[in-house]
């Protein structure tokens, strides 16, 4: 049974930092191609960055520089490194496994962002 994991959001004032967590178990996050997507009230949900197998990573250009996804093969997590955070950055951020043709969310984490 594969179960995604998220921890690590709050609130945070602009222009702070967070990292997120994601702890797989039932896959292993190296075999596939992972990624973090977000949604903000009244919106649709978005990609954020994703990181294939081989370590090849897409970012969204509106994280570009700012954000840096990333994982732990020892400890099977994924990791979303967020910088230089903007009250639009607000939303609640899910974990997505891609596991042969086959999508696993966890359940999500709320990130707000705000003075």
């Known amino acids: 049974q594969v179960q995604l994991v998220e921890s690590g959001g709050g609130l945070v004032q602009p222009g702070g930092s967070l990292r997120l967590s994601c702890e797989a178990s039932?896959?292993?996050?190296?075999?596939?191609?992972m990624g973090w997507y977000r949604q903000a009230p009244g919106k649709e949900r978005e990609l954020v960055a994703i990181?294939?197998?081989?370590?090849?990573?897409n970012y969204a250009d509106s994280v570009k520089g700012r954000f840096a996804i990333s994982r732990d093969n020892a400890k099977n997590t994924l990791y979303l490194h967020m910088n230089s955070l903007k009250p639009e950055d607000t939303a609640v951020y899910y974990c997505?496994?891609?596991?042969?043709?086959?999508?696993?969310w966890g359940q999500g984490t709320q990130v707000t962002v705000s003075s």
């Open positions: 039932g896959i292993t996050v190296s075999f596939y191609t």
């Open positions: 990181i294939t197998s081989r370590g090849n990573t």
């Open positions: 997505k496994g891609i596991v042969v043709g086959t999508n696993y």
